[in-house]
Every structure is written in structure tokens, then in C-alpha cells.
């Protein structure tokens, strides 16, 4: 059975840092598209960065360009959305998902940047 499990949000003030984590169970990394998405209030789900299969030339949304990093850990069976500079903008419950032959979700991780 497949899992993704998000963590690592919270509360940061503007211009702070965040690394959320996603840890997956129950597939193997490199078979599969993983991404990070964010729902803001009112707004639809958005993709925000996502990393190929053989983890080369990541895809950033220009919102997030230059200042989220996505990366994953074979080993761990985790991926990261490393996040600085933070703006409130950025504020939204923060999706892990898997593409592959079916498409797996986290349950989200809520990210608030205010001061």
C-alpha cells in the first residue's frame, strides 16, 4: 500500500525558511514523478515544483523560482521542498504527490507566512 506522508510546515515569519518533507512508502522513487503542489483559500491546487524521474531538470513555477528547491532521498524514500524568502503569498496547504502508472497525494501540510 502506497503512502505519502507530508510534514514540516508551520508558521514563519516573511522572508523565513521551510523544509517540508514527503515520506513514501510503498513505491519506489525513481519510478515516478514527484511533485509538491499548494492549495491557497479560494484558490485551485497548483503545481509548484516537480523532479523527474531520473531527478535531472526540476520544474520551479515562476512564483517559487530561485527560492524553493526540491530534491529527494533515494535512500530515505523522501522528498524535500526546500522553501526561503518565504512571501505571504505563499501561504497554502502544501500537497506531496506521485505520478506514475497511478497517482498518489499526501494529506497536506499547512505553510502560513505572516508576521
Known amino acids: 500500500q502506497v503512502h505519502l506522508v507530508e510534514s514540516g510546515g508551520g508558521l514563519v515569519q516573511p522572508e523565513g525558511s521551510l523544509r517540508l518533507s514527503c515520506a513514501v512508502s510503498?513505491?519506489?522513487?525513481?519510478?515516478?514523478?514527484l511533485g509538491w503542489h499548494r492549495q491557497a483559500p479560494g484558490k485551485e491546487r497548483e503545481l509548484v515544483a516537480s523532479?523527474?524521474?531520473?531527478?535531472?531538470?526540476?520544474f520551479y513555477a515562476d512564483s517559487v523560482k530561485g527560492r524553493f528547491t526540491i530534491s529527494r532521498d533515494e535512500d530515505s524514500k523522501t522528498v524535500y521542498l526546500q522553501m526561503s524568502a518565504l512571501k505571504a503569498e505563499d501561504t497554502a496547504v502544501y500537497y506531496c504527490?506521485?505520478?506514475?502508472?497511478?497517482?498518489?497525494w499526501g494529506q497536506g501540510t499547512q505553510v502560513t507566512v505572516a508576521s
Open positions: 504527490k506521485a505520478t506514475g502508472w497511478s497517482v498518489y
Open positions: 510503498g513505491l519506489t522513487l525513481t519510478d515516478y514523478i
Open positions: 523532479l523527474s524521474k531520473s531527478g535531472k531538470s526540476p
